[in-house]
């Protein structure tokens, strides 16, 4: 399968700690985005990255949230000090932007709940 | 800000029949695209069909096709012949056509197939 994967799919945490997922796209997809899905709710965009450049980040996005795509490849979407406020879906997709045409294809997701 | 309304939480439809899943968008731009994303229980979410604003004639994808009114900002969804895998959330989304490449989601449509 070449789609996009992320790891772990599930993560159950207790409140203060920190959490790593990871997001691996499509290969050779030059985008790459984070959205955040809370239950009846549509995706959320979170941030984006175009090979290894963050180019934009939502004001969802706080502090406590870093993201990076070292050598443009992979991404890891980090959350410190959680809050229960944090649990959601977390969803990757990646694009290989040509021109004026982009489609995203979306992850499995992560689904992480605090505790 | 743009903004995407879905104002059927729930749906049903008979094996067999045809369902139309309502979006309406609010946005200045004149170029922008739009998509329908299909998120099944548990799996990951799945592009089903897409709609470049330039272009007047409505996209269809076998037994999904759209009535996109430019005017009206209205882009509905029609599943011909509903199958019993058609049954998943359904997501209409937004991407403007400028520089920013996220996607905005409305709250969806849960898409029930009766057989």
């Known amino acids: 399968d070449t789609g996009v994967s992320q790891d772990p799919r599930h993560k159950i945490t207790k409140r203060g700690q920190n959490v790593t997922f990871r997001c691996d796209p499509i290969s050779e997809h030059n985008r790459l985005y984070w959205y955040r899905q809370t239950l009846g709710q549509g995706p959320e965009f979170l941030t984006y990255f175009q090979n290894e450049a963050q180019l934009e980040k939502s004001r969802l996005l706080s502090d406590r949230f870093s993201a990076e795509r070292p050598k443009g490849s992979f991404s890891t979407l980090e959350i410190q000090r959680t809050e229960q406020g944090d649990s959601a879906m977390y969803l990757c997709?990646?694009?290989?932007?040509?021109?004026?045409?982009?489609?995203?294809?979306f992850g499995p997701g992560t689904r992480l709940l605090v505790l | 800000a743009q903004t995407v309304t879905q104002s059927q939480p729930e749906m049903s439809v008979q094996e067999a029949e045809t369902v139309t899943l309502s979006c309406t968008y609010d946005t200045s731009e004149s170029d922008y695209y739009l998509f329908w994303y299909k998120q099944p229980p548990s799996r990951q979410m799945i592009l089903v069909i897409r709609?470049?604003?330039?272009?007047?004639q409505n996209a269809t994808e076998n037994r999904f096709s759209v009535n996109f009114q430019k005017a009206a900002k209205s882009f509905s969804l029609k599943i011909s012949d509903s199958q019993l895998g058609d049954a998943a959330m359904y997501f209409c989304?937004?991407?403007?056509?400028?520089?920013?490449?996220?996607?905005?989601f409305g709250t969806g449509t849960l898409l029930a197939v009766q057989p």
């Open positions: 709609q470049e604003a330039y272009k007047q």
């Open positions: 997709a990646s694009s290989l932007i040509r021109g004026r045409q982009e489609t995203q294809y």
């Open positions: 989304a937004y991407r403007g056509g400028g520089a920013t490449n996220k996607l905005i």
